[in-house]
């Protein structure tokens, strides 16, 4: 039996409330420093994962401090004693203020089954277009932290609900690791151990026999990150000696897989938020594309105004026909700056504050989605999201990588 999915040797913080240890994923609120300055002065003093991670709001070309700084508050956490191992798995029940819960699987991935290029055909496959120019920041952060903290989120093709639905049922049979109120309107999460995954092993092997696919897990969130894991454990493979580097901690990944039929796992929409551009130039680029009597709708928000355009094509056509405009533009006009956006709301409120331009794209579907990935490798760039920003993934786990 192949073992897609492996324990690990997970460290938990040895505390009674996680409500100030646990953060959201570090992607998140890009465009919105005063999300986590709120955050920062609500976890004051308290031991966190924010003192364990650099926001995508704050980062830049000279971040040397900060991941000093990072790398620093891991190693006296480490020394510290705060943290409790296990060697096991983490069944996870979260519930977002919605009311709505997603079940998921904190463990370990093989990154030698894993590949961001878009040639290969790895048993995990990236679902959208690796930025190789994103990885090298985001490296200097992995490459001398000791610990990893994961918001990355692995689809599993389990529309039977086989593998979750009897773990979920059985979970008060299971120690519960923790149980509290999330940070930040997050909502609540739970945590129960799982000491083994051979079942889930099982039922995996069974589902990639049955859906005939070449790849068992496609990446739902956190590409880059799981791309600059790969990256390092490239870098330390190919330059050490030793005859044991295969057995070095950094192989493996931990991660959060989730069904991509969960009820709780809502397809989002990625927007666009576009500054220092010409507006009109960027709408009537598009307006050529568009069609009178198009399935799908882009609206474009600037000066207060929505220009609504519609598409006879798909929606992962769409989101690569938008971006081959933004990308040329931005290629043309240095000043311009794209950024991209979980949620309307959001998106609008920083458009109007920014005198910017706000491209509000349509939503992804779920129905033939490992299909789509199987036949066309990947997505376009920001192709959909998992939920609105607050849902994304909290750090909570850790894992030893070197």
Not at 101 to 121: H, Q
Not at 123 to 128: D, G, M, P, S, V
Not at 189 to 218: C, H, M, P, Q, W
Not at 274 to 281: F, G, M, T, W
Request: glycine share 4%.
């Amino acid at each position: 039996m192949r073992e897609y999915l492996k324990t690990a040797k997970i460290l938990l913080p040895d505390i009674k409330d996680y409500t100030k240890w646990s953060v959201v994923a570090c992607d998140q609120y890009t465009g919105d420093k005063t999300y986590w300055e709120k955050l920062k002065e609500y976890v004051g003093d308290e031991v966190s994962t924010l003192n364990l991670i650099l926001p995508e709001a704050y980062l830049s070309k000279d971040n040397f401090a900060d991941i000093k700084r990072i790398n620093d508050n891991m190693n006296i956490y480490l020394k510290s004693g705060i943290f409790k191992e296990f060697d096991g798995a983490v069944l996870t029940e979260r519930t977002f203020p919605s009311g709505k819960k997603r079940v998921g699987i904190v463990a370990c991935i093989d990154l030698e089954d894993y590949d961001f290029k878009i040639d290969s055909n790895p048993l995990i496959r990236a679902t959208e277009g690796t930025v190789i120019e994103r990885i090298p920041p985001r490296l200097k952060i992995r490459e001398n932290a000791p610990l990893e903290l994961p918001h990355i989120l692995l689809l599993a093709n389990d529309e039977k609900n086989e593998i979750f639905k009897p773990l979920y049922e059985n979970r008060n049979n299971y120690e519960k690791l923790y149980d509290f109120e999330l940070n930040m309107n997050g909502g609540h999460l739970r945590g129960y151990y799982l000491k083994s995954l051979n079942f889930v092993n099982e039922i995996l092997n069974k589902n990639k026999d049955k859906y005939n696919t070449s790849f068992i897990f496609a990446v739902g969130d956190g590409n880059h990150s799981l791309a600059t894991a790969k990256t390092m454990w490239e870098n330390i493979k190919n330059a050490s000696k030793e005859e044991n580097v295969l057995n070095h901690p950094a192989r493996y990944a931990l991660i959060e897989l989730v069904n991509l039929y969960d009820d709780g796992l809502i397809f989002e929409p990625i927007h666009r938020i576009v500054y220092n551009a010409d507006n009109d130039i960027l709408y009537k680029e598009a307006e050529k594309h568009s069609s009178l009597n198009g399935k799908y709708q882009v609206d474009f928000i600037y000066e207060k105004r929505k220009k609504t355009l519609n598409f006879d094509m798909s929606v992962p056509k769409i989101y690569k026909t938008v971006q081959k405009i933004l990308d040329g533009y931005k290629n043309l006009y240095k000043d311009a700056k794209i950024d991209y956006i979980h949620g309307e709301k959001e998106l609008i409120e920083i458009t109007e504050k920014n005198n910017a331009l706000g491209i509000i794209m349509p939503c992804m579907k779920k129905d033939g989605f490992f299909e789509y990935i199987e036949k066309n490798k990947i997505l376009p760039k920001k192709t959909f999201s998992m939920g609105e920003a607050n849902e994304k993934r909290y750090y909570t786990e850790a894992r030893k990588i070197f």
